[in-house]
């Protein structure tokens, strides 16, 4: 294994455990206070709700980052029914909408890869939102293959340099356990054959957008 496959296998990890461990240890504290007979309503709802919220974080890892996870058939699909789930699991507690217009036109399902690639940018999109908003989702084949288009609307939404950067694929010395996401997404999309397309030219709005070539196409 090469020493970049190492480094960016350690900071998929450090940024696992960091998304993680908030709401982890906050149902530890609250399993704490239970055993010390402390364990008020209002307790008891943060415990379940943070709970949950480990639940939801580590579903949606284990499609995004892992080998294959979740729903994901035989034949190396992601259903979009169950990309939707993981996503609307994973933005409850950032306080973002999502939004998926149903298209009978559209496909099912996506590529695997192609799978991850959109649950990542949608991670991407949701940390542009630091004060809530929006997250729009949109998957259609185009001339080229097969597009996604995700979208992040509210106050002050903005993408970080430092995540451009990554979703970039320009420097990866400058990929940190922050920006690891937008490195793999630009990673995974790369070999396989596709592009990634970012555009913040809109005030309190960010687009992230790839484009896959048509199964068994060639890439660029």
């Given at each position: ?66 080998a294959a996870g979740g729903k994901v058939s035989a034949e190396g699909t ?143």
């Amino acid at each position: 294994m090469s020493e970049d496959a190492i480094r960016l296998a350690q900071l998929l990890c450090s940024r696992l455990c960091h998304d993680l461990v908030g709401p982890a240890g906050a149902v530890n504290a609250g399993l704490e206070l239970a055993k010390d007979g402390g364990l008020d309503p209002a307790t008891l709802e943060m415990t379940e709700r943070s709970a949950e919220e480990v639940t939801n974080r580590l579903a949606f890892f284990r499609v995004a980052f892992g080998a294959a996870g979740g729903k994901v058939s035989a034949e190396g699909t992601l259903s979009l029914h169950e990309a939707r789930g993981l996503i609307e699991s994973l933005l409850v507690s950032r306080k973002v909408a999502l939004e998926w217009p149903n298209d009978a036109a559209g496909p099912d399902a996506l590529p695997a890869g192609a799978g991850k690639v959109l649950l990542l940018l949608v991670l991407a999109a949701a940390e542009c939102l630091p004060r809530g908003g929006g997250v729009s989702v949109h998957v259609a084949a185009v001339a080229e293959g097969m597009g996604l288009a995700i979208v992040a609307k509210g106050d002050g939404a903005r993408l970080r340099p430092d995540v451009a950067q990554a979703l970039a694929a320009a420097d990866p010395d400058q990929v940190s356990a922050r920006n690891v996401h937008g490195h793999y997404a630009a990673v995974l999309a790369a070999s396989l054959g596709g592009r990634l397309e970012v555009s913040d030219a809109v005030a309190d709005e960010v687009r992230l957008m790839s484009v896959f070539p048509p199964v068994g196409g060639a890439g660029p």
